[in-house]
């Protein structure tokens, strides 16, 4: 994004932070799951009490 010069500590380069497969699995934990749970209720309730299908998890 952004360049920086590079920091250093007792002569040591630090590497950059960067985004981790551990990151990335708790962003889909704490923002993806919730989502498509809600979504998918939402969905669901639209199919009870409309009788419309609105979603991809249509009941036959």
């Given amino acids: 994004m ?4 590079a920091q250093s ?3 040591h380069r630090i590497t950059e932070p960067r985004p ?4 990335v699995w708790l962003v889909f934990l704490y923002v993806g799951v ?3 749970v809600i979504t998918g209720l939402l ?3 639209m199919q009870v009490f409309f009788g419309v299908c609105t979603g991809l998890w249509c009941l036959a």
């Avoid at 952004?2 to 010069?5: L, T, V, W």
């Avoid at 981790?20 to 990151?23: F, R, S």
């Fill in 2 to 5: 952004f360049s920086r010069k």
């Fill in 9 to 11: 500590v007792m002569g």
């Fill in 20 to 23: 981790t497969l551990m990151a």
């Fill in 34 to 36: 919730p989502l498509l």
């Fill in 43 to 45: 969905d669901l309730a």
